[in-house]
Each structure stands twice: as C-alpha cells, then as structure tokens.
C-alpha cells in the first residue's frame, strides 16, 4: 500500500510542482513582463512568461522558506501563494472565455518538445543515485540535513564542528528544494531528492526551445549545448546548473541585440539572479553577465525608455527578486559561516603575488586551456567559414564572448589564491569550472551560425529574385 501511496506522490509531484511554481511566479513575472496582474490577452508571451514565473517561482518559494526558517510553513505559505498567481494567471483565460487555441505548428512542436524533454531529464534524473562526492557530501548532504530538522536554521546544524567538510557557507537554493520534496514523500533517499533538478533545470530547456526554427543553427544549438553537459545536468553537481542559466542569458541578450524585445533583457537578468543562489561561482557569472547587460542597456536607452513594455517596476521587482541572496548572506554573517577561499584576504593576495612570480600561473594556463581547446577549435573553423563568405559580424555574439572572457579571468584568479594545493585543485576542478566557459563559446558559435545562416538566406532570395526578373523579362 505504502508503494502505491508513494507512486502516487510522484506522479502529482511531477504534475503539480511545474504548476505549483508557474502560480508561486507569476506574482514576479506579471509585474516584470506587463506592469501588472492582468494583461490582456493579446499581449500575453505564453511559453516566455510560463518559463520566467517557473524560475521566478523558485526564488520565491526558496526565499518564503529563508524567511520562516521552516520547511511546513514555507510550504503551506507559498501554495497559498500559489493559488492566488495561478488565479490571477487564469482570469484573462477564462474572461476571453478560454478563446487562447493551439492553431500554430510551430508552438505545437515547441509544446511536444518541451513534454519529451521534460520526461527525457526525469529519467537519468529518478534511476541514479546519489554517488558523486560533492552531489552527496555537499549539496543534498545540506539538502538531508535541512530535511532532518524541518528547518533552514541552526538547528539543520550549519555551525557543528563535523560538517565543516561540506561548505556550509554554500548557497542552498536546490538543497532547499530538495528537502522539501523529501519531506513532501515523509522519507529521505538517495533518488527522489533529485526531483529538485528536474524542476530547477526544466525552465531553461523551455527558454531553450523558444530559439526553435529549422536551421543548422537551432539544430547545433539544441543538440551541442544540452549534450555538453552531461552528466552534470543529473549526477547532483551544480555547476551544470550554473552554466546552463549563465548561457541561457546569454542567449537572451543575443536575442534582444536582435530583435530589441524588453522581455528578453527581463529574463536575461532574472537568469542572472538565479544563478547567484546556486553556487558561489554564481556571483562571478552575475558580474560578469551585469557588466556586459549594463553596456547592452546604456547604448539601448533611447529605445527602451518608448517600449511599451518598459515599465520602472522593473528595478523594485529585480531588487526584490534579489531578497533570498541577501537574506542568505545575513544568515551566514550571523552564524559565522565563511568560505574557504579567504577571497580579499592578506594570505589571498600574498598567494597570488607568490603564484605569479613562481610560474605556477602556466599551469593554470594550461590546465584551463585543455578544457577550452576543442570548442576555440569549432569556434576557429566558423570564423574561417565567415571569412570566406564575407559574412559581416553582428553583436549578436559579442555578449557570450565578453561574458566567457570576464568568467575565465575570474576563475584564473580564483586559481592563484586557493589555499588549497593548486595540481589537487585543478585535476578535482576544473573540467567543472570551464563549463561556464565553454556554455559561453557555444552561445557565440551559435549566433555566428545565425550569421552565416541569414547571409545565405538573403543571397539565395536575391539569387531567386533575379532569375524570376530574367524570366519575366524573356
């Protein structure tokens, strides 16, 4: 019977959790994408705003729990929530007397798309156990610990001497989550917890999809990126993660360069406050990604501030969205929780000048190189490509790009100030920190491809247009 309980909990979980966060987002995404509530349903952007209330209401749901410090009444606070977004959802639907239709081949695609991708991820998701060390000994070892006490607070036992191994000071978005399923089934074990991935990485493979076209572009893209990172997007680590929403933004600044659509530059940035509660490296991505989303918007101004879509409620509702960061840090301030890097201390940069000046840089250089090497090798060959076609440059790509060199730098200088032996911790490290990296460079490749892609679409019309004026002229 107990089986057949716990089959059942899955399947509703599976059902409920995406329209569980979808309600508990749209609180956020509504305001940010229409400056209310209740748009009118010709200015809906179904698929954009699902996907930015999923992600949106995962902050929201990790920061209702950061608050009350408890995982029963986080839970019951924010289905309360819940209920009243997905109301507020539903009433243009339902004032139109439900006349939103699925009529176009192409939302029909990304829709089936989106169902086979999400069964896809929950595969590999539910049938490997926890095994790798940092996905049991840190991440989901916090999510267990914070499922024992039913709380985030210091009776998850954040400041006892015996956890010190695991990084307590980590961000604790996903081990959140994780524990509240685990307490949702009433048990903890090593495959259920990873629900939490399921549901923090389905969002981006949605966004993913609204790149869909048919072009060798979109085919590269759906095909290179996603691969890439397994088995990073099952096996617990977040650094897949980490990299997956990094490029995700990236590849909405592209399309923003491209087509000037507010919402694009919207969820850009919220993919940025997501990454930063998931994993310390997480702030280098939002630096690094804000720099060049700060530029992208000064040279924009004039154009944004006649969107109609553009509204000042952005800023309170990005600074909002940016509470469960900051709460996070109070607590880890509080509870003298500090990491282990000594980053901006006397010994960091005494390590640095000393790392430097003995040459050990070029090991740094190389060992990161390595992991860069095959994608700069495709990267070449389509420069090469646009060389020979005379394909011209856009900006499309230039973000990514940007976006990859400040993170790498970042990284490299995390390098020089470890603390830790610096061959032990490149060989354990950093095939995981180049993800970010390289997720850049195939966001660049891809828009590259674009460019190839719309210069021989605009020769081949211009080749068709001129055989049809012979002809007629003949």
């Known amino acids: 019977m ?159 001497t015996t956890v010190l191994f695991s990084h307590a000071d980590y961000p604790i978005m996903v081990p959140t989550l994780a524990a509240q399923i685990a307490y949702l089934f009433g048990f903890w074990n090593e495959y259920l917890p990873k629900l939490s991935l399921l549901f923090v990485f389905f969002p981006a493979f949605i966004w993913l999809s609204t790149f869909l076209k048919r ?49 694009d530059l919207a969820c850009s940035i919220v993919c940025l406050i997501f990454i930063i509660n998931i994993k310390n490296e997480g702030t280098l991505a939002f630096l690094a990604g804000m720099t060049i989303l700060l530029f992208v918007a000064f040279f924009n101004r004039n154009r944004m501030n006649t969107n109609k879509r553009f509204s000042w409620k952005f800023i309170p509702i990005t600074l909002f969205s940016i509470l469960p960061y900051i709460i996070w840090q109070i607590y880890k301030n509080q509870w003298a929780l500090s990491n282990d890097l000594q980053i901006g201390s006397q010994t960091s940069i005494s390590r640095l000048l000393t790392r430097l000046a003995d040459g050990s840089f070029q090991l740094i250089l190389t060992s990161i190189f390595g992991q860069l090497k095959p994608l700069l090798m495709m990267l070449g060959l389509i420069f090469i490509v646009m060389i020979i076609w005379k394909v011209p440059y856009n900006s499309t ?15 490299f200088i995390i390098y020089l100030i470890t603390p830790a032996d610096l061959n032990w911790h490149l060989i354990t490290s950093v095939n995981r920190t180049m993800l970010s990296v390289n997720s850049c460079l195939i966001v660049g490749s891809y828009w590259l491809l674009y460019s190839i892609e719309k210069r021989f679409s605009n020769t081949m019309e211009i080749a068709v247009s001129c055989i049809s004026l012979s002809k007629k002229r003949s």
């Open 2 to 160: 107990s089986i057949v309980l716990n089959f059942l909990k899955l399947g509703l979980i599976l059902l409920l959790g995406p329209i569980y966060f979808v309600g508990l987002g749209w609180l956020l995404a509504a305001p940010l994408l229409y400056g209310n509530w209740l748009p009118k349903l010709k200015d809906r952007l179904f698929l954009n705003e699902v996907t930015l209330s999923m992600v949106g209401g995962i902050l929201i749901n990790f920061g209702i729990v950061l608050c009350v410090q408890s995982l029963k009444i986080g839970l019951y606070l924010s289905g309360f929530l819940s209920i009243a977004g997905l109301t507020l959802f539903l009433i243009p639907l339902f004032k139109n007397h439900l006349r939103f239709r699925i009529s176009d081949k192409h939302t029909i695609f990304q829709l089936l798309g989106i169902v086979i991708i999400y069964f896809l991820l929950l595969s590999p998701i539910i049938t490997e156990p926890l095994s790798a060390w940092d996905a049991r000994s840190i991440w989901f070892f916090h999510a267990k610990m914070i499922f024992l006490a039913r709380s985030i607070g210091l009776s998850a036992g954040w400041q006892n």
């Open 215 to 263: 072009s060798f572009s979109f085919v590269f893209l759906i095909l290179v990126l996603p691969f890439y990172f397994f088995p990073w997007i099952w096996n617990g680590y977040m650094d897949g993660l980490l990299a997956f929403y990094f490029a995700i933004s990236m590849l909405l600044i592209g399309r923003f360069l491209l087509n000037r659509q507010f919402y």
């Open 397 to 411: 790509s230039i973000p990514a790009f940007i976006a990859a060199l400040i993170y790498c730098a970042g990284i």
